[in-house]
């Protein structure tokens, strides 16, 4: 298995993400791309004892650090791991394996969402989120999927001016396996700001690729989780509210949302 890991001034966090993917054996080949970085997360990656292929793009955009990295990859299945997500390597493994089972084109890790560091405003708006149908099924907001070669042909090369990479898979590759043994923990935005910052980027990246997803979810969906006591009414109140500012500002930007590091959600510790 390959494995591209798209980061833009990620100096923080490489060195970590690169020690968890050390963990894996089915793990052949690392690309890391630094894309537009600042920082120092290209020799930081160059420096790991697992020697990944390292690339440096100028230009910011996971979009292009992807297509970049993937263009050097040569082995099936494929991963695609955002540095700052936190995966063990068994559980790498195990997507690996579900995506060459018959039937599967891509498998997707289950999700556990870290709110511990998240304002009351950011947590009321999660315990919508994560009820909804949609975010258990989508590859949307988890940050590495794993593509077979049928799957892989079929999305890339990804298009220049994507921001929902992982919205884009849910869309073009119906046949996705949810690995329930493999769980990836994402850590949400730290306060309201910078999860409006956040939804935005979804709800411009689903509008460019036409497609809905959960941060989309009808007003009879969510108030249905009110009726069947799954929310708070206050909850629902946060979540529409977040949702329709972050329309709003996307409208006012027409669609113009950049694709760049939620720095809320990262530690400060350097890796």
């Known amino acids: 298995m390959d494995v591209v890991v798209p980061a833009h001034n990620e100096e923080f966090g490489i060195t970590a993400c690169l020690d968890r993917l050390a963990g894996s054996t089915q793990v052949n080949r690392v690309v890391v791309v630094a894309n537009g970085c600042g920082d120092r997360t290209a020799e930081l990656a160059r420096a790991h004892f697992s020697a990944p292929i390292v690339i440096e793009v100028e230009q910011p955009g996971k979009a292009g650090a992807l297509n970049a990295g993937d263009a050097v990859c040569v082995e099936f299945p494929r991963a695609y791991v955002d540095a700052d ?3 063990d390597g068994a559980d790498l493994d195990a997507l690996a394996v579900a995506a060459g089972e018959p039937g599967v084109e891509a498998a997707i890790p289950s999700a556990r969402l870290d709110l511990s560091r998240s304002s009351w405003l950011v947590r009321r708006y999660y315990a919508v989120w994560q009820r909804l149908p949609a975010v258990h099924s989508s590859s949307a907001g988890r940050g590495v999927y794993v593509l077979g070669r049928d799957a892989h042909d079929r999305v ?29 923990t994402v850590t ?6 910078s999860l409006v910052r956040r939804r935005q980027r979804v709800h411009s990246g689903n509008t460019r690729i036409q497609q809905s ?17 799954q929310a708070y009414l206050l909850d629902v109140a946060v979540f529409v509210g977040v949702t329709l500012l972050a329309r709003v500002l996307v409208s006012a930007r027409r669609g113009e949302v950049g694709w760049g590091t939620d720095h809320s959600s990262r530690t400060a510790v350097r890796a």
Do not use: C, K, Y
Request: glycine fraction near 10%; aromatic fraction near 2%; proline fraction near 9%.
């Open 85 to 87: 997500i936190e995966l």
């Open 156 to 184: 890339f090369p990804l298009p220049p001016d994507l921001i929902s990479d992982d919205g884009h898979v849910s869309r073009l590759v119906p046949d996705r396996a949810v690995v329930d043994g493999a769980t990836v």
């Open 213 to 229: 997803s959960a941060a989309g979810a009808g007003l009879a969906t969510v108030l249905g989780l009110v009726r069947t006591r």
């Open 188 to 193: 949400a935005p730290r306060d309201l700001r």
